[in-house]
Nanobody, 132 residues
Framework: QVQLRESGGGSVQAGGSLRLSCAASKYAYSSNCMGWFRQPPGKEREGVVAFYTGGGSTYYADSVKGRFTISQDKANNTVYLQMNSLKPEGTGVYYC?????????????????????????WGQGTQGTVSS
């Protein structure tokens, strides 16, 4: 059963924008804490943003603050990640994650150090490529 499905990846030049979507099952969306992670080529998965689906704090990685914005369509269990002013280091596979920890990222303060192992539902990923 596919619980999370990402879309919206593509190729842009530095300074451009991409908008990613994550269509979640009702079960995944009800998991309280969801997030977006990215995996650069040859590197480990890193947190981009974590948030409470029911409202509350949103935690961005320091590297994306002011450029990335999360939004939700609660009626359709869909989460969006608007990525502006993209940089080449933003290249990677972007994953939507659900069933995060009860504290979400509050104990870390930002999503950049959030372990991927804290989340238990994953989409298949969508590729985002930023060229210089």
């Amino acid at each position: 059963q596919v619980q999370l499905r990402e879309s919206g990846g593509g190729s842009v030049q530095a300074g451009g924008s991409l908008r990613l979507s994550c269509a979640a099952s009702k079960y995944a969306y009800s998991s309280n804490c969801m997030g977006w992670f990215r995996q650069p080529p040859g590197k480990e998965r890193e947190g981009v943003v974590a948030f409470y689906t029911g409202g509350g704090s949103t935690y961005y990685a320091d590297s994306v603050k002011g450029r990335f914005t999360i939004s939700q369509d609660k009626a359709n269990n869909t989460v969006y990640l608007q990525m502006n002013s993209l940089k080449p280091e933003g290249t990677g596979v972007y994953y939507c994650a659900g069933h995060g920890p009860p504290h979400c990222a509050s104990s870390y303060g930002n999503a950049g150090t959030l372990p991927a192992t804290d989340f238990h539902s994953w989409g298949q990923g969508t590729q985002g490529t930023v060229s210089s």
